[in-house]
């Protein structure tokens, strides 16, 4: 396992199984300290996870249809499942949770799939990042060579002609 497995195992379960919330309790991430933006950090950068827990959250992905935690019924649901003080409630994502659940997954798509999508894309992403912070995004994402130059000079031309705050 590496960090790229770890990161895509990541994406396509946000894709197609979960939402942020349930990962993030599914992994039980509170007991790392993380809050959910700290977690998101951590599912768009798996290389930040520290190696032992990278090992724990990859064996638990690989095993989540054996978990109890891991309830089918919320795969694809808008609802989080939660234990306060031993007490079961069931309530919907909170505005907030949804955001966060596209931010994540457009930042894992221009990661993973940039080559295959359009600029227009993003539309989260160009929402929350000023012309300046998404080239300073787009800079690291070239470094890490998940993105072309080419690719992130499209981008940046496009989240511009939206007539971005620069």
């Known amino acids: 396992m590496n960090t790229d497995e770890l990161g895509r195992e990541f994406w396509g379960i946000l894709l197609f199984e979960t939402h942020i919330k349930h990962l993030h309790q599914l992994l039980n991430a509170e007991k790392y300290n993380k809050s959910l933006i700290e977690f998101l950090d951590w599912v768009v950068y798996p290389d930040t996870i520290p190696l032992d827990s990278q090992k724990v959250f990859y064996t638990i992905l690989q095993n989540r249809n054996r978990l109890a935690q891991y309830d089918e019924r919320l795969t694809f649901s808008d609802y ?38 359009k600029p227009a894309s993003f539309n989260a992403i160009y929402e929350l990042f000023s012309y300046r912070h998404f080239s300073l995004l787009l800079d690291k994402y070239v470094e890490k060579k998940f993105i072309s130059r080419y690719r992130a000079a499209d981008y940046l031309i496009f989240h511009m002609e939206r007539g971005c705050e620069l």
């Open 80 to 117: 989080v499942v939660e234990q306060i003080n031993y007490e079961i409630s069931i309530r919907p994502l909170s505005q907030e949770e949804k955001e966060l659940q596209g931010i994540t997954v457009e930042l894992l798509n221009l990661k993973y799939q940039n080559e295959n999508l």
